[in-house]
């Protein structure tokens, strides 16, 4: 009797296992079925998106194409009468460096020569400086990139170069041979862009600002782009350069920088542009002991012993005198500007 209790026991667990197994292989087919449905789904998705990609870039590249030949791109003859095709692409200004140097007299020719010289890149809020500027804090240096807007030559430029001058001379260049616009960082080029490697100092994500140093800008000059110095790739320690160069920067002597008035500025002289007034005093004998003058000034001083100028930095105007005979460059007074 207990056999049998025992097998019918046995037989109706198997039954019960069989029926388990069964509807288990019954769920996983349906859960299958619907994977493989979900994967048809996305991959038909997938297709989709990647089709509405491919039909935005071909649009979006013959709305340029179609731009470019009907607003900007001209047939033009060239000075040599022939005729070719001009791209002219439209650039809008990211925002405008506030810099520690009002006017192009005092102005170094080459961003380093001034260490102390800071300057504010004010970012537009067009671009979105809160998120543009994210992580650029992260970098010590940055290549500024922007317009020599207060070149005297801009008037006389066409769109295909017509009467555009290939050869320059360096002011540095002690040969006296000119040399092609493309060979030195003459501001007088076929475009008028520059590019200056800075120290950063600050990002301010809230006003949309970067404080940089170690420019050679002028106040309110046209920013078009801020990309981060790579030292890992950028740095050439093995570069050359022409023996006029490198001629230039050992004749480099520096004048010694004396005061007759008081060696103090007014209060809050640098604060546009986030400089103490330890730093702007700096600054001045930095500038004055480079001496600034032109060419066409030093050459028209003839025998004279001295020469006296004046210079406008953070807004101060700065009367000095140079003795050629000792090297020495003295400053005479220094008045207060208001900044615009």
Not at 151 to 167: C, D, E, M, Q, Y
Not at 311 to 316: A, D, I, Q, S, T
Request: aromatic fraction near 6%; include cysteine; charge should be neutral.
């Amino acid at each position: 009797m207990t056999r049998l209790s025992t097998s019918a026991t046995s037989a109706a667990g198997l039954v019960a296992a069989g029926g388990a197994l069964i509807f288990a292989a019954g769920v996983i087919g349906s859960l299958k079925n619907n994977v493989r449905t979900l994967e048809a789904l996305l991959a038909h998705e997938t297709e989709k998106r990647l089709a509405e990609r491919t039909g935005r870039i071909r649009a979006e590249k013959k709305l340029e194409e179609t731009t470019l030949n009907n607003n900007q791109g001209k047939d033009t003859s060239s000075s040599d009468g022939e005729h070719e095709r001009l791209l002219d692409y439209t650039m809008y200004t990211l925002g405008t460096c506030r810099s520690c140097f009002p006017r192009r007299n005092g102005t170094p020719r080459q961003s380093g020569i001034a260490d102390i010289a800071k300057g504010v890149i004010e970012i537009r809020p067009a671009a979105n400086p809160s998120s543009c500027l994210q992580g650029l804090q992260g970098y010590s240096h940055v290549w500024v990139i922007y317009v020599f807007h207060l070149n005297t030559n801009l008037a006389k430029r066409s769109p295909n170069f017509n009467g555009l001058k290939g050869l320059v001379s360096p002011p540095r260049n002690t040969t006296g041979k000119k040399v092609g616009s493309l060979a030195c960082r003459s501001p007088h080029r076929p475009n008028p862009i520059g590019l200056t490697l800075c120290r950063l100092h600050d990002v301010n994500l809230d006003k949309g600002t970067v404080t940089i140093s170690g420019l050679d800008v002028v106040d309110g000059t046209p920013i078009l782009d801020l990309k981060p110095y790579l030292p890992m790739t950028e740095c050439a320690p093995m570069a050359t350069v022409p023996s006029w160069v490198e001629t230039s920067y050992e004749e480099n002597d520096r004048l010694f920088v004396v005061w007759e008035c008081n060696r103090e500025v007014p209060e809050g002289a640098g604060d546009y542009v986030n400089m103490s007034e330890d730093e702007v005093l700096e600054l001045i004998d930095n500038v004055l002991s480079l001496d600034i003058r032109s060419r066409h000034q030093k050459n028209a001083g003839g025998a004279s012993s001295s020469w006296e100028g004046e210079v406008e930095l953070c807004y101060l105007t700065i009367q000095y005198i140079i003795n050629l005979d000792h090297q020495v460059v003295t400053v005479k007074s220094i008045t207060k500007s208001d900044v615009p």
